[in-house]
Structures are given as C-alpha cells and as structure tokens.
C-alpha cells in the first residue's frame, strides 16, 4: 500500500493563494491522482484530477482557481490554489481518483477567512 502525505495548509484571507503537496511512499505513475476536500460533518469532495499523461479535471466551483499538477521523479502531487474563498474551507486529502483507494492520509487543513 502506498502511504500518502499531505502538507501545505493554512489560515489565508479571501483571495489568497496556497499550495498543497502530497508525498507518496511510492510511484504514482500509472495512477490517476485527484485532491479531494472534506467539509466538517460532509463527504470528501473530488475537487481535481490528472492522469499519467497530465490530462486535468477540475470541479466547477474550482475551475479556474486551482491547478493540480504533479512530479514523476519526487512521487509527489501539487494543489496550487489561488484567489481562494471562504467555501473552498476544508481537509484537503490526495488519492488515486477511482473505486480503488488507498489508504488515506491525515490531509491538511485549510481555512479561508478574513
């Protein structure tokens, strides 16, 4: 099983910006990779995506905004995440984007607010 970290959240006002980074304890290579936010007491939320072949999927309430991306050679997953909002609150995890997951990570928490 790979074993992911999450990092790189924060307190930021609105219209701020962060960049999220998740550490894998293996290859993601051949997975497609997605960052998922969860709202207290809600379901986690597919919020983007990217294939092998760095093909991109973004919410609707994220397009725009966030850019994910991701480094082949450091096993790692990026968010960048600009003019952020008070809705865009949450736990931020990565996974694989499917019906097979690992296990999840301790995500990282990021609040938007004045």
């Known amino acids: 099983q790979v074993q992911l970290v999450e990092s790189g959240g924060g307190l930021v006002q609105p219209g701020g910006s962060l960049r999220l980074s998740c550490a894998a304890s293996?290859?993601?290579?051949?997975?497609?990779m997605g960052w998922y936010r969860q709202v207290q007491g809600k379901q986690r939320d597919l919020v983007a995506s990217?294939?092998?072949?760095?093909?991109?999927s973004y919410a609707d309430s994220v397009q725009g905004r966030f850019t994910i991306s991701r480094d082949y050679s450091k096993n790692t997953v990026s968010l960048q995440m600009n003019s952020l909002k008070p809705e865009d609150t949450g736990v931020y995890y990565c996974?694989?984007?499917?019906?097979?997951?690992?296990?999840w990570g301790q995500g990282t928490l990021v609040t938007v607010s004045p």
């Open positions: 996974n694989r984007d499917g019906p097979v997951r690992w296990p």
């Open positions: 293996g290859s993601l290579r051949f997975y497609v």
């Open positions: 990217i294939t092998g072949a760095g093909s991109t």
